[in-house]
């Protein structure tokens, strides 16, 4: 893998500055993408989106490429490398195969990335040497059926029962939310209410998921898309799943701002595949 935590740019008085690429830690990394995505992306992505099939093991080959965790430090076994790289990742990828890409895009930057900036060492160690090597298939659950961005709606609840919180209700449109028809993702960080002042800063915390949780369940599968379709999207049933209070991210209500902050990045990477689209 490349770390480009010591890299620094060209200078500008010696050579031309090239703004996607500005170290050669970067453009190495843009070589290799294009070479993986010319020699596995590309032969597979057609067939898998006609089929609305997710290619696992070729994602898990992302793994070992170090770009599952591209974000995250290298002691959580990540490559600790920084925005650009990210973004050239998902350029790259997605100029074969948008819909490859938005799961990777979900996994690396929605959960990984999230998980790296705001859970504790403890929660780090515990579950992210397994979403950075692929061997886990992770996602984030925000989105309700009648709720996106607008927090404020959301209705899922999180309620604190000794040593467990109790979650009750849905999320839909989760990417990696299922790996094939009848399979739940690994691993999720969910959004949930957790007080009711009306303040969106206060009343929403987030969880780290598991597949196996009791009251955890895959809702449907949503199928017929009219893009993206080998990128698995489902529905997450939560009926009075059980979760350790030790896996609440943070402090109660600090959701949101965490939420916030690393939808920025995830923002700039969903830029940057529709730039990889335009290509």
């Not at 060209?10 to 993408?33: G, I, K, Q, V, W």
Request: with cysteine.
């Amino acid at each position: 893998s490349l770390n480009l935590t010591s890299s620094t740019p060209r200078s500008f008085s010696t050579a031309a500055y090239d703004l996607y690429n500005p170290t050669e830690e970067h453009m190495a990394l843009r070589e290799m993408l294009r070479s993986f995505v010319k020699d596995k992306v590309e032969p597979q992505a057609i067939d898998y989106n006609r089929a609305e099939k997710f290619n696992v093991d070729l994602f898990r080959e992302l793994g070992e490429l170090g770009l599952l965790g591209i974000t995250v430090p290298e002691k959580y076994g990540g490559s600790e490398m920084d925005a650009l790289a990210a973004v050239i990742a998902h350029e790259e990828l997605s100029s074969s195969d948008p819909a490859f890409c938005l799961s990777f895009l979900a996994h690396s930057m929605l959960f990984t990335n999230n998980l790296a900036r705001n859970g504790s060492d403890e929660q780090c160690a515990k579950y992210l040497p397994a979403a950075c090597s692929g061997e886990a298939i992770c996602g984030m659950a925000m989105s309700e059926p009648a709720v996106g961005t607008d927090v404020l709606g959301m209705k899922t609840t999180a309620t604190k029962v000794g040593d467990e919180y109790i979650l009750n209700g849905t999320k839909m449109w989760i990417t990696n939310g299922a790996i094939n028809d009848t399979e739940l993702g690994d691993t999720f960080l969910v959004y949930a209410r957790t007080g009711t002042s009306g303040n969106a800063r206060e009343d929403f915390s987030s969880f780290i998921v598991e597949k196996g949780f009791e009251g955890f369940s895959l809702g449907q599968r949503i199928k017929d898309k009219c893009g993206m379709r080998a990128s698995m999207t489902a529905e997450l049933v939560f009926e009075n799943c059980r979760v350790p209070a030790a896996n609440l991210i943070g402090k109660e209500g600090s959701a949101v701002i965490c939420m916030m902050r690393n939808l920025e990045i995830e923002r700039v990477t969903l830029a940057a595949m529709s730039l990889g689209i335009a290509r």
